[in-house]
Each structure stands twice: as structure tokens, then as C-alpha cells.
């Protein structure tokens, strides 16, 4: 298999010399995997150049970002057009393609945005079990592929790894293949200075089956990928290379990792791998070979399309997780149901009300909990679990597997065809941020339904009592925080959320229970406004009360006894700061009116300044919680309808 070394040459050439011209970036990665990933994507990658998007293509996902270099390399050489030798000169430049880690959205080619360690691996999770969701509903004529993924020693050592290989492993996703960049090398030098893990056994342990190779041994490449294709649970192939391969001073040092080798050091290396030409030239008849592999897989995609164009419209319409018609009538009716019925209950479980009206219209649903499920209320009644043995269910148990949960989220979204959404409780958020803003960064429309959001859950106490989770999911740019007061609102943030395919979501939601608030039936999404005068005054306005999820019942409260007082205030109902941000100045100006604000939320204060101005009055968390039953911890926090009846009262008076 000596005709790979020519082909692998390039990759390091272009890897090299693109990060020499940046003078910044990580050139040893991709001059290690360069064996590797000449054999993958020579011998068995599935994929076409003129349709990126092919749904049946394999995934490939280099969860090791650093080495961007290496799939920005791969995609100019087999003929992604976006892939040019212009950008890859432009490699970490404002503006390019070639980010300086891969960022879907930004190059063709690119299937999810990586760099975080480990996040390219838990993604891949998703993509696999998409790939056995959408064959379990399409069948194998249709969806047929693996998802590849590399991973260095950083991934597997972040703790989102274990989650995502746990997973991976009890659901038996044999079509996951991970290779593993076995280089022995961090950033501080050998990786024993931190790690002895064994990383064999541990994967084995997860359920998996694994092996190790020479990563630089074409024919053992070859044999193991070939081996990995007909295994029944997933497989790691441990490649045991050298990092910055060809590199006479620099291989097998923590210097090649993230730094420009140098020019010296480049011409050694020219010399050393018998490759003569300047930078960023490639021979054509290499260049040649390349693109021949780039189009390895023609008779293949015109053999798919055709099964594609003879599948019935419904089936079209599950691969392209196309929405059914006017199906937002459903969303209709349950509001119509909450106005007639005026519930009292918690919004989480108003929440699973909407799932039960919405998920037998809408199959492109998902959902799923990290071992939370009754408690967060996210199983609609006609869901069916996802079980290793039969993957034609929608609803996933996760465990207790947050990060992971989250991960796998993104991957089934980007997967496409699926819109998922997945619970836990909104003091375990931190759990899954770098997931979720992820989600945020690459406009995936995830849903996070983040229950037990305040004081309001009571005994469980601090531990579990958000104080400035709102706060910090709020500051994430592209989210949409919800946090509706009843069931109308709820209804109407289930819609926004599934609505929103760019935008993800964090619906947050009580265990205590709330009143029925909306009086005004409309068919009017009110929440799209993010906040809207719920109780308006008769009179000169002379305060506004703004709250947001179960304490705009407080505010209600507030407002009646105010209004006996003869005193004039509004209620605003703000179930989304981001949206209210987004409405003209006009209408803000007109919901929040000329008196003084009054905030009202049993969290952080943090964001509220905004609104409230130098004169308003906060009335909610200073510190953290405490465990006692929750009308207690209102009374002990001061989070009242006296509380808020006693400040206008004195405000109004000086």
C-alpha cells in the first residue's frame, strides 16, 4: 500500500504550510493522523463532493479540532469547492472558511463545530443513533452508514468522554467507529505526566470493542477499519502514531502540537518525507488521485437517488423532518383547553400536557431525560423508549448523563430530520452548558426543558435551588430562555421553541404549582413578544410590576391589592428577556411604562438592571437557598405579594 505515502505527504505538506503562513495553529496532529485519514477517506468513507449533504453519506467528525488543519487539507484534495487553496492560505484569517477549529456552517464538509475536547466525540453519539433512528423508520435501502470520528488523548481524558462512550456502548451503536490519535502527547509535554488510563480496557469496560494498531502501517489501517465495519456494539481503534510525523526535530515533542514547526524545520521535513515542491503545491498527479477518491462514491449516490426519488411523500418528509400542515392548531387547542380549564398545576407538568398534545402530530420529536423523566414530565404518553434492540421509539433515557444528554442532542440535530429535546433539572445546567452553547454557536433549534427552576422545589434545598442559573443561560448569545407563568405561556413557548430551527431553547419550568393568569383568549402568541402587559391600570400608571415565571402570580396577587388601595399599576409578564430585547422601542417603552419597575423573580438579580433603571426595586435571591417546604422559603426570602405591595407602597409615598 506504498501508493498512500504520496497521498498522505500531502496532507502534511498543506497541514504544515498553512500553519507556517497563519503562524499560529497545531500542525503535529494532522501530520501524525495523515496515515490514517489517507486509508478512511481513500478506502471507506461514503460521501460526494457535489452533494455535502447527501443523508446517507458517513459522518466524519474530528472531535481533535486543534488539528483543523488535517480536514481542511482533506476537503481541498477530494474537491469540496468551498475547500479552496485560497482558504487554506487564509487558514485562521478573519473571514475565512478555515476557522482555526472546525465551525459548521462555515465550510462545506465540516459536520459539527469541534475544539472543545471531547465534544466531537459525545456528538458523534447523536449521529450514530440518528443514523439507527432514521433506518429503523426508513429502512436500510434508504439510511445505511457509519460515523467516524478521531479523538485525541485530550478528548478521552475530558469527563463528557465517559458519558458519551457509556452511552454509546448500552445502546450498541456498532456503527461508530472511533480512532483514536494514540500519540502520547499533550500540550505539557508526554501525556503519562497526567494520565495511565488504559484506554483499551476502559472502552471495553463501556461496552465496546477495541484494538491497537501502528497508525503509520497502511495495511493495518486498512484491516482495522474492515474489522471495525462488521462489529456488533461500537470500536475504538487505538492508532499509536507520532506526532508530527517527518519532522526531524520536532516529532514526538509537545512543540509540534500547537505552534508553526518553523521554516527550517519545514524544509528538514520537505527533505525528510521526499517532498520537493513549494508550499501549497500539490503534483498533479496527486492532486489527481485525490480527486479520484473524491468521486469513489458516484455510482453509489446515483444508485441512493434513485431510491430517494421512488420513496412515497411521507417518507420524504421523515429524512427532511418536514413540519405537517398547520400543525400549529394543535397548539391552538390546548391553549383554548388551559383558557376553558384555568389549570393549577406546576408548569412542568402544563409542559407535559403540550407534549401530549403535539408529539403524535409532530414525529421529527424527540425526547428524553437525564434519568429525570418523571420529575421533568418530558414523556409524551404515545412515546415509545429507544432500546439497543429497537431503535423505532422517540424517547431516550440518557441517564444520568447531563453533558452527554446534551451532546448527543446536538448530534441528532445536526443529524437532521429529528428536532430533540431533552430534560433535567435548571440547577444541572451547568452540567451541560459547554454542550448547550454549542448549540447555540452552530443555530441548532435544541430543546432544553430545565425543571424545578427556584427556591419553589423546596426540601431538596441548596444544593438543587437555581439562584443565577437564569442569569448565566440568559448572557449565552443565540438562546432563548423561556420561563412561562401558566399553561397558555407554556403552550405558547413549546411552539416558539419548535418554531425556531436556528435558535435552541431552555424552557424553564416549576414543581410548584401556578395559577391560570391569561384572561384575554387569543390565538395571538403573546410570549413571541417575550413580555406583554398581562393586567393593565384604568389610570396614570404609576407602577409596573414585571415578573416572570411563577412569580407573575405573586405579581397578580400584588396588583388586585394595590388597585383596592386605589394605588395604579401594571403587570408585565416577561417569559423571554431575549425576545422582549428583539421588539421595537415603542412597544418596550409602552409594556414597561413610566412609573417605577418592579422585578420580580426568585433568582439572581443580574440582567435586571435594564429594565428596572436606577429606581426600581428588586425583589428576589441575594444568596442561595435553604431546604424547607416552598411557601416557607417565599415568606423567609421575602419573595411575597406583601413584600411587593409593601415596596410600591413606600416608593409611592416618598
Not at 387569543?522 to 412569580?551: D, F, H, M, P, V
Not at 409602552?590 to 428588586?618: M, N, P, Q, R, T
Request: charged share 20%; with cysteine; proline share 5%.
Amino acid at each position: 500500500m506504498n501508493h498512500f505515502s504520496p497521498l498522505a505527504s500531502a496532507i502534511r505538506a498543506l497541514s504544515m504550510d498553512a500553519v507556517e503562513k497563519a503562524k499560529s495553529g497545531h500542525p503535529g496532529m494532522p501530520m501524525g493522523m495523515a496515515d490514517v485519514a489517507a486509508v478512511l477517506f481513500h478506502d471507506f468513507l461514503r460521501f460526494n463532493p457535489e452533494d455535502p449533504h447527501w443523508p446517507n453519506r458517513d459522518r466524519f467528525i474530528l472531535s481533535a479540532g486543534h488539528g483543523s488543519m488535517l480536514l481542511y487539507s482533506l476537503l481541498y484534495l477530494i474537491g469540496y469547492k468551498e475547500a479552496s487553496i485560497e482558504q487554506l492560505k487564509n487558514f485562521r484569517q478573519l473571514h475565512s472558511k478555515t476557522a482555526g477549529h472546525p465551525e459548521y456552517g462555515h465550510l462545506t464538509g465540516v459536520e459539527t463545530t469541534t475544539g472543545p475536547l471531547g465534544q466531537g466525540l459525545a456528538t458523534s453519539v447523536g449521529m450514530a443513533l440518528g443514523e439507527k433512528m432514521m433506518a429503523a423508520r426508513l429502512g436500510k435501502d434508504v439510511i445505511d452508514h457509519y460515523t467516524y470520528v478521531i479523538a485525541s488523548d485530550g478528548d478521552l481524558m475530558e469527563g463528557i468522554s465517559h458519558e458519551a462512550i457509556s452511552l454509546a456502548g448500552h445502546l450498541k451503536l456498532n456503527k461508530l467507529i472511533v480512532l483514536f490519535d494514540d500519540n502520547n502527547i499533550t500540550i505539557d509535554g508526554k501525556a503519562d505526566l497526567s494520565v495511565s488510563d488504559n484506554q483499551l480496557k476502559r472502552f471495553e469496560a463501556c461496552g465496546w470493542n477495541a484494538i491497537s494498531i501502528d497508525g503509520h502501517d497502511y495495511d493495518a489501517i486498512h484491516k482495522a477499519i474492515k474489522s471495525a465495519q462488521t462489529s456488533d456494539r461500537p470500536f475504538l481503534i487505538a492508532c499509536k502514531t507520532t506526532i508530527a510525523k517527518g519532522a526531524p526535530k520536532k516529532a514526538d515533542t509537545s512543540g509540534a502540537h500547537g505552534s508553526p514547526l518553523g521554516i527550517d524545520e519545514i524544509a528538514a521535513t520537505r527533505k525528510a518525507i521526499g517532498w520537493p515542491y513549494p508550499p501549497f503545491e500539490i503534483p498533479e498527479d496527486i492532486l489527481k488521485s485525490w480527486r479520484k477518491v473524491g468521486k469513489r462514491n458516484a455510482e453509489n449516490y446515483q444508485n441512493w437517488s434513485k431510491t430517494y426519488q421512488s420513496l412515497p411523500q411521507d417518507k420524504k418528509n421523515i429524512l427532511n423532518g418536514a413540519f405537517p400542515a398547520n400543525w400549529q392548531k394543535y397548539v391552538e387547542e390546548v391553549k383554548n383547553n388551559f383558557y376553558n380549564e384555568k389549570p393549577v398545576q406546576a408548569t412542568r407538568q402544563l409542559s407535559q400536557t403540550v407534549l401530549d398534545a403535539l408529539a403524535p402530530h409532530l414525529p421529527m420529536l424527540i425526547g428524553g431525560s437525564a434519568d429525570l423523566t418523571g420529575s421533568n414530565n418530558t414523556k409524551a404518553k404515545i412515546q415509545k423508549p429507544i432500546t439497543p434492540e429497537d431503535f423505532s421509539g422517540n424517547y431516550i433515557h440518557y441517564g444520568v448523563r447531563e453533558h452527554g444528554m446534551a451532546a448527543a442532542m446536538n448530534g441528532l440535530s445536526l443529524y437532521g430530520g429529528f428536532i430533540p429535546y431533552g430534560g433535567t433539572f435548571l440547577a444541572f445546567c451547568d452540567y451541560l452548558k459547554p454542550a448547550l452553547r454549542l448549540s447555540a454557536l452552530m443555530q441548532q433549534g435544541v430543546i432544553y426543558v430545565l425543571t424545578h427552576d427556584s427556591i419553589g422545589l423546596g426540601e431538596d434545598g441548596p444544593t438543587h435551588q437555581p439562584i443565577e442559573h437564569l442569569a448565566s443561560l440568559r448572557a449565552i448569545p443565540n438562546l432563548h430562555v423561556f420561563r412561562p407563568a401558566d399553561g397558555v405561556e407554556v403552550a405558547e413557548c413549546w411552539q416558539l421553541a419548535i418554531e425556531h430551527r436556528d435558535t435552541p431553547s431552555a424552557l424553564v419550568l416549576t414543581r410548584q404549582n401556578v395559577p391560570h393568569l391569561r384572561l384575554d383568549q387569543t390565538t395571538q402568541n403573546l410570549t413571541a413578544k417575550g413580555g406583554y402587559l398581562l393586567r393593565n391600570c384604568n389610570g396614570k400608571r404609576q407602577a409596573t410590576l414585571i415578573a416572570t415565571g411563577s412569580e407573575v402570580g405573586l405579581a397578580v396577587e400584588a396588583y388586585e391589592q394595590l388597585k383596592q388601595m386605589g394605588i395604579e399599576t401594571a403587570v408585565v409578564s416577561m417569559p423571554s428577556f431575549e425576545l422582549f430585547d428583539k421588539q421595537p422601542k415603542d412597544y418596550q417603552e409602552s409594556v414597561l411604562g413610566d412609573g417605577f419597575k418592579v422585578g420580580i423573580e426568585a433568582a439572581s438579580d443580574f440582567g435586571w438592571a435594564k429594565y428596572l433603571g436606577e429606581k426600581g426595586i428588586f425583589i428576589g435571591m441575594k444568596g442561595f437557598g435553604a431546604s424547607a417546604p416552598a411557601p416557607e422559603l417565599y415568606k423567609h426570602f421575602g419573595i411575597t405579594t406583601e413584600t411587593i405591595v409593601k415596596s410600591v407602597k413606600e416608593r409611592i409615598s416618598l
